[in-house]
Each structure stands twice: as C-alpha cells, then as structure tokens.
C-alpha cells in the first residue's frame, strides 16, 4: 500500500508505505505492547499495556482466574507492578508461565 502527491501539483514528497507484516487481517498497524502495569487491587485487576511509542494501547481488567491465560498469550514485555505482598506472588507465576 502506498503513497505518493499527485505530481499535477508541482511538490514531490517522499512514498508512505505500510508494511504488511505490521497488520492485522482487517489492514489496521499493529501496536506491539512493550511495557505492562498491573494494580494489583483485591479483585478485579486493572491492566495498562503501552507500545514502544508509549501510547496507550490496552486497558483490561482482570479477574485472578483470567490472568495467568492472559499474560501467556502476550509477546515478551516488561511487566511493572505496585511493590506489595502479592506482587512477589504475581511476579513468580508470570516468571514460571514465561519460562
């Protein structure tokens, strides 16, 4: 998919093109999740996923059933929580899922 100011104008610019490996089936870019912060509240949990840009790009809440699944269907990121007791809990299943 391509790009280019009809030349009629007089301005050339450069092409756009959108590679193909960067959408999904409807023909939308794809936003990579990086980084992913979790509140780690009684229930439900809250999720927050950014891209590399630092866009906002997930927003899910969690119960505790749901969030081991969740995480394993996720591509490797960075995972920030709140530094409480069961953070270390959290933080050794997403580990032992990971490997």
């Known amino acids: 998919m391509g790009w280019t100011l009809p030349s009629r104008c007089g301005v ?3 092409k756009v093109e959108v590679l193909s490996d960067h959408l999904t089936e409807r023909g939308r870019p794809v936003m990579r999740i990086t980084t992913v912060g979790i509140d ?3 229930s439900p949990f809250q999720v927050h996923g950014v891209s590399e840009r630092g866009k906002a790009v997930l927003r899910k ?3 505790r059933s749901g969030m081991l699944s969740f ?3 996720l591509p490797t990121c ?13 933080a050794r ?6 490997a």
Do not use: D, V
């Open 40 to 42: 780690l509240a009684k």
């Open 71 to 73: 995480f394993a269907n």
């Open 61 to 63: 809440q969690l119960k």
């Open 12 to 14: 050339t610019c450069a």
């Open 93 to 98: 299943q997403l580990w032992t899922s990971a």
């Open 78 to 90: 960075l995972i920030g929580m709140e530094a409480c007791g069961r953070a270390h809990h959290w």
